[in-house]
Every structure is written in structure tokens, then in C-alpha cells.
């Protein structure tokens, strides 16, 4: 008789509902991380198909037979790179000999004036180093500078007393 007076506690039944609500919410996030995940898989379905994978595969795998062959006559290339071609004869017509001297005049003002343009760079570096030279150059130069018109000053004024 008492369990059938007594019934529910309302502590229960509040407890009840929130345990079904927070699996209701589990559910709900569920869903939407498998609708992410669908929708992921639709976005990259193209990128992630065999067919395109297959394609790129070929493609690096072309590139990098190219490059290991590169990196096989790499001996031989050096050497053609290094080997000068100032001794071999160029085969050009005659009627383009006058614009060669004058291309080959204007190489060489181009290679003289490079160098100069280089050696400022490399001096760039040391420009600080440099100003504060001159900076120091400069204060002694005033120093000197005062000393002498003092010392001008005093052979003046020994000028006047040997006169005296």
C-alpha cells in the first residue's frame, strides 16, 4: 500500500527529463557531425577520386623522372657551363659583323660598370663603419683647426711683444 501512495518523487522525475533531453542533444550532435563529415566528403569527392589521384601520380611521377635525369648528366652540364665559349667560332653573316663589335663594346662598358656596381654593394656593409670613421675624422680636423688658431693667435701676440 505505501508503494502505491507514494508514486513518483518529483526529484525523479526531473532527473528523467534531463537525462532525456541531454540524449536527445547527444542525437542532435551526432547528426550534425555526420552531416559535416557528408558534406566534407562531398566537397572532395572530386580531389580524393582515383581517377584524379591516378592523374596526379602521373604527373609527379613524369617530373621526377625528369629531374633524376637532370641530376645524372649534372657532371655533364657542369661541364658545358664551365667550358668557355669565347674560343669557338661563332657562325654569324657578315652583314651582322658591325652590330657585334658594337653588342661586344657594350658588353664589355656593361661587365666594367657591373663591377663597380658590385664592389659598391659589397662596401655597403661597411658604410657605418666608414661614417663613424669620418665622424671621428672630422672632430679631430675641428680640434686641429681651434689648436691652430690659438697657436696663430699666440705667435701674433709674440710678434707684437718682439716688436715692442
Not at 522525475?13 to 541531454?22: D, H
Not at 572530386?46 to 625528369?66: S, T, V
Not at 658604410?127 to 701674433?156: C, G, H, S, Y
Request: proline fraction near 3%; charge should be negative.
Amino acid at each position: 500500500t505505501l508503494d502505491l501512495t507514494h508514486g513518483k518523487a518529483q526529484c525523479f522525475v526531473k532527473f528523467s527529463e534531463v537525462e532525456r533531453m541531454a540524449n536527445i542533444q547527444a542525437e542532435i550532435n551526432e547528426m550534425k557531425l555526420k552531416t559535416e563529415i557528408l558534406q566534407l566528403e562531398k566537397e572532395t569527392a572530386d580531389i580524393a577520386h582515383p581517377f584524379c589521384l591516378g592523374k596526379k601520380c602521373e604527373i609527379l611521377q613524369d617530373m621526377n623522372r625528369h629531374l633524376e635525369a637532370v641530376l645524372k648528366e649534372k657532371r655533364a652540364l657542369r661541364k658545358r657551363l664551365i667550358k668557355p665559349r669565347c674560343q669557338d667560332s661563332l657562325p654569324i653573316e657578315a652583314t651582322f659583323h658591325r652590330y657585334i663589335v658594337e653588342l661586344l663594346t657594350d658588353a664589355v662598358t656593361f661587365i666594367e660598370k657591373l663591377e663597380s656596381y658590385l664592389q659598391a654593394v659589397r662596401s655597403i656593409p661597411q658604410v657605418p663603419n666608414i661614417v663613424k670613421d669620418m665622424d671621428t675624422a672630422l672632430t679631430r680636423t675641428e680640434v686641429l683647426a681651434m689648436e691652430l688658431e690659438e697657436l696663430a693667435e699666440q705667435i701674433l701676440k709674440w710678434r707684437e711683444v718682439q716688436k715692442e
